[in-house]
T-cell receptor, first 118, second 115 residues
Framework: AQSVTQLDSQVPVFEEAPVELRCNYSSSVSVYLFWYVQYPNQGLQLLLKYLSGSTLVESINGFEAEFNKSQTSFHLRKPSVHISDTAEYFCAVSHSNAGGTSYGKLTFGQGTILTVHP | NAGVTQTPKFQVLKTGQSMTLQCAQDMNHEYMSWYRQDPGMGLRLIHYSVGAGITDQGEVPNGYNVSRSTTEDFPLRLLSAAPSQTSVYFC??????????????FGSGTRLTVV
């Protein structure tokens, strides 16, 4: 069974500081990896994804994540955060092939609340 | 396109009552799913469907029923509400079970309190 661990439940930072949100996964097969963001009182939105190819993936608002197969990690980083980045961030994993009944289903981590202070 | 629409947004139930949470999507997505979100536990899959007439259990299915008679709708039924079912419920859909290029589209959630 696949599982996802987000190592920090809360991350407070000051505006314009760098941030890293950590995510480790455990799976015995090839995986797809995702970061979703949830702003207050809203549903989740896809932030970025790793499906194949380059291990470094980027979002349109300056976040990036690197797929590290040897360390089974997919940490999310941003070099300079804004107040508007305050939200809860979820790492998620899905199997990348049709083996088994879990094909396509997303398994989420526990979430990391990022709070950006002025 | 409205995307994924969930109703109601808020609901308070008494223990033992039943109710249906509605989920509708207008994107012709094959795959639909229900998650519950609890503090510190992320989102956990309750039930999912890979097409009309086909449903299956997720990680935490007990106390919930689903059916999928049309592509557009995927209601979640609470048979006999319990305080442990107090949570925020999200419906999500995608083109197909393994189609992740655009990610899942989530509804805005239903906040359920069982007293």
């Amino acid at each position: 069974a696949q599982s996802v661990t987000q190592l920090d439940s809360q991350v407070p930072v000051f505006e314009e500081a760098p941030v890293e949100l950590r995510c480790n996964y455990s799976s015995s097969v090839s995986v797809y990896l995702f970061w979703y963001v949830q702003y207050p009182n809203q549903g989740l939105q896809l932030l970025l994804k790793y499906l194949s190819g380059s291990t470094l993936v980027e979002s349109i608002n300056g976040f990036e994540a690197e797929f590290n197969k040897s360390q089974t990690s997919f940490h999310l980083r941003k070099p300079s955060v804004h107040i508007s980045d305050t939200a809860e961030y979820f790492c998620a994993v899905s199997h990348s092939n049709a083996g088994g009944t879990s094909y396509g289903k997303l398994t989420f981590g526990q979430g990391t609340i990022l709070t950006v202070h002025p | 396109n409205a995307g994924v629409t969930q109703t109601p947004k808020f609901q308070v139930l008494k223990t033992g009552q039943s109710m249906t949470l509605q989920c509708a999507q207008d994107m012709n997505h094959e795959y639909m799913s229900w998650y519950r979100q609890d503090p510190g536990m992320g989102l956990r899959l309750i039930h999912y469907s890979v097409g009309a007439g086909i449903t299956d259990q997720g990680e935490v299915p007990n106390g919930y029923n689903v059916s999928r008679s049309t592509t557009e709708d995927f209601p979640l039924r609470l048979l006999s509400a319990a305080p442990s079912q107090t949570s925020v419920y999200f419906c999500a859909s995608s083109y197909s079970p393994g189609h992740h290029y655009y990610g899942y589209t989530f509804g805005s959630g239903t906040r359920l309190t069982v007293v």
